[in-house]
């Protein structure tokens, strides 16, 4: 059974930057972030497909960053220049290991979302 816990969400201010963490058991083979703002429709942040594979929204493209930390089984979110559009929950999702992933595949296990505020 796959497990996700995300933390990191706080309140900062445009400009700023926050780290986003998930952290997963057992294993997996593509992770992703997405967003959900209130009034808006899910959208997907940015994915990492193992090992280094990585996708992202037009949106955040060269202000984010997704990696990984294998030794403590954590995937980040590296968010830079936030801005007030950036406001929304963010939910971490997983597909298992031995799943075959693409850049379109969707996700089957999700975690409880951590989040995110940022004030003009």
């Known amino acids: 059974q796959v497990q996700l816990v995300e933390s990191g969400g706080d309140s900062v201010q445009a400009g700023g930057s926050l780290r986003l963490s998930c952290a997963y058991t057992?294993?997996?083979?593509?992770m992703g972030w997405f967003r959900q703002a209130p009034g808006r429709g899910r959208e997907e942040v940015a994915r990492?497909?193992?090992?280094?594979?990585?996708t992202y929204a037009d949106s955040v493209k060269g202000r984010f960053t997704i990696s990984q930390d294998n030794a403590e089984n954590i995937v980040y979110l590296q968010m830079n220049s936030l801005k007030p559009e950036d406001t929304a929950m963010y939910y971490c999702?997983?597909?298992?290991?031995?799943?075959?992933?693409?850049?379109?595949?969707?996700?089957?296990?999700w975690g409880q979302g951590t989040q995110v505020t940022v004030s003009s």
């Open positions: 999702a997983a597909e298992p290991a031995g799943v075959y992933c693409t850049p379109w595949r969707a996700f089957t296990y």
């Open positions: 057992p294993s997996w083979s593509c």
């Open positions: 990492i497909i193992k090992y280094d594979r990585t």
